[in-house]
């Protein structure tokens, strides 16, 4: 395959998005546009699948074929699409509360079957289309317009559910670093497997105004500060490491796709009755 330009990706007469101003999904649509590019892929076998939310709008803005469900069911709606057409490459595009809260239990079970597809989750830490409640990833103490007093609750630490899960892949990127993430998204797409990758991103209207980051550069670099490497975490202490995200990869190896697994299957099936 040959890297092309990320614009061939977006579907350019769309734009401008309906995002707000200052959101982070454009820095990540254009880094899933430019992983296209760098791999070079076949627009007509590349489908963008998302669900409900801010960041579900996303596949609207790319000029590959595109599949937009009902809320929380992107990865089921994905898997489907896998089965049925192994030759599409299949990202899926969801927010936290699409990919991690309402739909976390198909989070876990393409993690643990290992179904071939890239899961793009941008984590805004909130319902930001809805109103900006709390989501399963919101930190605690954050106020949000159904947590008023201080969220009370723990939040999901996503790539480490992904891992626990059996994702094959997983990483975190942030959108304060737009190139990394867009290198974190094409080694997902390389992998065979299940992939995860994590754009922490901000939510300036929602998330940010309610905790004290009152315009967009405030929320970034809010968002900078409590963002440390994998490399440098592993010199900090956890006293030193509470309310930070933790950047890189989480898991890189190798295991057998469940397409490949449900095809030999079916040859074994096959081979068995033919012989009988």
Same mark, same amino acid.
């Given at each position: ?7 061939? $990706? ?6 401008? !998005? ?13 880094? +899933? ?36 469900? !009902? ?18 490459? +299949?990202? +899926? ?26 899961? *793009? ?15 399963? !990833? ?13 969220? *009370? ?29 867009? @290198? ?30 009152? !315009? ?8 900078? @500060? ?31 796709? $469940? ?18």
């Amino acid at each position: 395959m040959t890297a092309r330009n990320y614009r061939e $990706y977006l579907a350019e007469n769309r734009l401008p !998005t309906i995002w707000c101003p200052g959101c982070g999904n454009g820095i990540v649509l254009k880094a +899933v546009a430019g992983a296209f590019a760098d791999l070079g892929l076949d627009r007509r076998k590349t489908a963008a699948v998302s669900g409900i939310g801010c960041w579900g709008w996303a596949d609207d803005y790319l000029a590959v074929n595109a599949f937009h469900g !009902t809320h929380g069911r992107a990865l089921a709606f994905a898997t489907g699409i896998k089965l049925a057409n192994p030759e599409l490459t +299949v990202v +899926v595009l969801m927010g936290d509360g699409d990919g991690a809260t309402i739909g976390g239990n198909h989070l876990i079970h393409a993690a643990r079957r290992n179904v071939d597809l890239t899961a *793009v989750v941008v984590n805004n830490y909130n319902y930001g289309m809805t109103g900006g409640q709390y989501s399963g !990833t919101t930190p605690r103490g954050s106020i949000t317009s159904t947590s008023p007093l201080g969220h *009370v609750e723990d939040p999901f630490d996503l790539c480490a559910l992904a891992a626990a899960a059996g994702a094959s892949f997983v990483a975190r990127g942030s959108v304060c670093g737009g190139e990394n993430l867009r @290198d974190l998204i094409r080694r997902g797409l390389e992998h065979r497997g299940f992939s995860f990758v994590e754009a922490a991103s901000v939510c300036p209207t929602h998330f940010g105004r309610k905790n004290g980051r009152r !315009t967009p550069a405030e929320a970034f670099r809010w968002l900078r @500060d409590h963002s440390v490497s994998r490399e440098r975490a592993a010199g900090l202490s956890e006293e030193e490491l509470r309310g930070k995200q933790i950047l890189g990869f989480f898991a890189d190896r190798q295991s057998e796709d $469940y397409g490949t697994r449900y095809r030999k299957a079916a040859e074994h099936f096959r081979g068995e009755g033919e012989s009988s």
